[in-house]
C-alpha cells in the first residue's frame, strides 16, 4: 500500500490538491473568481457536488471581492465560520469578523423574544453601521431575519453568503435570500456549513 502513497511536500499539498480538483472538473470553468470560490469549497468538502449546486448572481464574487477592498465587515451565525475566516487578511483590508452567539445578551434577548440567537445576531450585525457581508453556515433563521431586515429596510448587506446545512426550511431560507435583491452566493438544496461559509470568504480575501 505504501507504494500508491503519492510523495508531496507539505507546502505543495494545497497545490497538487487544486490540480487533482481542477483535473476531475473535466475542463469547466468559471470566470474568477467564482472558479477559486467553486475549487475551494470542493477542496473544503471533497464533494464535487459544489460544481453544480454554487449560485452565484450576477457578479456576485466580484461585488464581494470589491467590498472586502473598501473595508467590508464579516458577520458570521457561528464562531466555527468566524475562527476559520483568515481574520488577519481580512483586517489588513479595514475590516473585521464578528459573531455575536456567545453574548450573554443575545442569549437572553432571543430568550425574552422566543427566537433564536442567530435571528439575534444578523440584528446586531445590522447595527454595526458599516458595509457587511453576512456568511452565514448554519441557521436558516439567520437568512430569514436578514430577508426580514432587507424588506423592513434596516441593511442592505453587500454581499449573503446563504450557507446553512441541514433539513428544516434550509432550502426555503436560501430561496428566499435568492429572491431579496441583494448579491448572493448560495449553494442551492440542504448542502452548506460553517466551513463552506469560512471558504466562500476567504476564497475572495485569498483573490485580492
Same mark, same amino acid.
Given at each position: 500500500?505504501? #507504494? %500508491?502513497?503519492?510523495?508531496?511536500?507539505?507546502?505543495?499539498?494545497?497545490?497538487?490538491? $487544486?490540480?487533482?480538483?481542477?483535473?476531475?472538473?473535466?475542463?469547466?470553468?468559471?470566470?474568477?473568481? !467564482?472558479?477559486?470560490?467553486?475549487?475551494?469549497?470542493? /477542496?473544503?468538502?471533497? #464533494?464535487? #457536488?459544489?460544481?453544480?449546486?454554487?449560485?452565484?448572481?450576477?457578479?456576485?464574487?466580484?461585488?464581494?471581492?470589491?467590498?472586502?477592498? @473598501?473595508?467590508? /465587515?464579516?458577520?458570521?451565525?457561528?464562531?466555527?465560520?468566524?475562527?476559520?475566516?483568515?481574520?488577519?487578511?481580512?483586517?489588513?483590508?479595514?475590516?473585521?469578523?464578528?459573531?455575536? $452567539?456567545?453574548? !450573554? #445578551?443575545?442569549?437572553? !434577548?432571543?430568550?425574552?423574544? *422566543?427566537?433564536?440567537?442567530?435571528?439575534?445576531?444578523?440584528?446586531?450585525?445590522?447595527?454595526?453601521?458599516?458595509?457587511?457581508?453576512?456568511?452565514? *453556515?448554519?441557521?436558516?433563521?439567520?437568512? +430569514? @431575519?436578514?430577508?426580514?431586515?432587507?424588506?423592513?429596510?434596516?441593511?442592505?448587506?453587500?454581499?449573503? +453568503?446563504?450557507?446553512?446545512?441541514?433539513?428544516?426550511?434550509?432550502?426555503?431560507?436560501?430561496?428566499?435570500? $435568492?429572491?431579496?435583491?441583494?448579491?448572493?452566493?448560495?449553494?442551492?438544496? %440542504?448542502?452548506? *456549513?460553517?466551513?463552506?461559509?469560512?471558504?466562500?470568504?476567504?476564497?475572495?480575501?485569498?483573490?485580492?
Amino acid at each position: 500500500m505504501l #507504494d %500508491r502513497i503519492e510523495i508531496v511536500k507539505p507546502m505543495d499539498i494545497e497545490k497538487r490538491s $487544486m490540480e487533482i480538483i481542477t483535473s476531475e472538473l473535466g475542463g469547466r470553468t468559471w470566470p474568477e473568481p !467564482e472558479f477559486s470560490i467553486v475549487k475551494r469549497c470542493i /477542496h473544503t468538502s471533497a #464533494d464535487f #457536488d459544489y460544481a453544480d449546486n454554487l449560485c452565484f448572481s450576477e457578479n456576485a464574487a466580484n461585488i464581494g471581492v470589491e467590498a472586502l477592498k @473598501r473595508g467590508a /465587515h464579516i458577520v458570521t451565525d457561528t464562531r466555527m465560520a468566524w475562527s476559520g475566516i483568515n481574520k488577519k487578511k481580512l483586517e489588513s483590508l479595514g475590516g473585521q469578523a464578528h459573531c455575536f $452567539m456567545q453574548d !450573554e #445578551d443575545v442569549a437572553q !434577548e432571543a430568550k425574552e423574544r *422566543g427566537c433564536t440567537r442567530a435571528a439575534i445576531c444578523v440584528e446586531r450585525g445590522a447595527a454595526l453601521g458599516v458595509p457587511v457581508i453576512y456568511a452565514i *453556515g448554519n441557521a436558516p433563521t439567520a437568512l +430569514i @431575519r436578514i430577508y426580514e431586515l432587507i424588506q423592513e429596510g434596516k441593511v442592505k448587506p453587500e454581499l449573503i +453568503i446563504g450557507a446553512p446545512v441541514g433539513f428544516v426550511n434550509v432550502v426555503e431560507s436560501k430561496e428566499l435570500i $435568492m429572491e431579496a435583491g441583494i448579491p448572493y452566493i448560495v449553494p442551492k438544496g %440542504r448542502k452548506g *456549513g460553517s466551513n463552506i461559509a469560512a471558504t466562500i470568504c476567504n476564497a475572495m480575501l485569498y483573490s485580492i
